[in-house]
């Protein structure tokens, strides 16, 4: 893989802030109508949102003479690898084929994953342990949790190769957004570009929330009208 150019900590600092659904809408303009991982959800609380470098691991069908008890201590296990090269504010992301037959991960590896500096741990299939991943000081994203183990149904294929999660593309070093809600990617050359004005999105619908909490009709209020933008900055400059 090429190296990447590093992205700056105050862009992913000011994605950190902005909503999945705000960073949809920012998207959407950009022409990307669907980043969101739609049935992909907090296993258990997110406590703060968070963005990150996307860690990208590929399953394919398991082969039974493949996938074994004993193989899981070998060297070229590509799973336990990929816990052990992750670094510190990235994010594993993993493609099970939207297919929840089996585990494609549990506490053990992410709770590995998480003190090598993991931000978050997703995947479009299911987890282990949810019970312990509930507790754990890592969010993790799944559509549903089962006990059934990895090896019955998936081979870890490679490790950061451009994969599909939840039938949206990720390429390694995209930035993985996931909040209460769930997880969205942005494609690393726009990260910069929509981050501020995420931020500003944000922010100018707190105050309109406010006002159409307080009462107003959404017309000419959301989205607003020129008069109401007017309102916005005055009210912005006084704060």
Sequence with gaps: MD???????????????????????????????????????????????FAGEAFTMRFIPAREDLETLEGLAEPDNLQWAAVEQIEPGQVMIIDSRNDISAASAGDMLITRAMHRGALGFITDGAFRDGYVLEQLDIPTYARTITATTRLTSFHV???????????????????????????????????????????????????????????????????PNEKTLEDYAEWKAGQ
Excluded at 9 to 23: C, E, F, G, P, W
Excluded at 38 to 46: C, N, S, T, Y
């Design 157 to 223: 294929a490679d490790l950061q190769v451009p994969i599909g999660c939840a039938d949206v593309a990720v390429y390694p070093g995209d930035i993985v957004v996931g909040d209460a809600d769930g997880v969205i990617i942005v494609p690393r050359h726009l990260a910069a570009e929509i981050a501020q004005d995420a931020l500003d999105q944000e922010e100018r619908e707190a105050y309109l929330h406010t006002r159409v909490h307080n009462g107003e009709s959404l017309i000419g209020v959301y989205p």
């Design 3 to 49: 190296q990447l150019v590093p992205l700056d900590q105050n862009v992913l600092d000011t994605l950190r802030k902005a909503s999945t659904s705000t960073l949809a809408t920012q998207l959407f303009k950009h022409g990307l109508r669907q980043q969101f991982l739609v049935g992909v959800q907090p296993v258990g609380p997110v406590n703060a949102p």
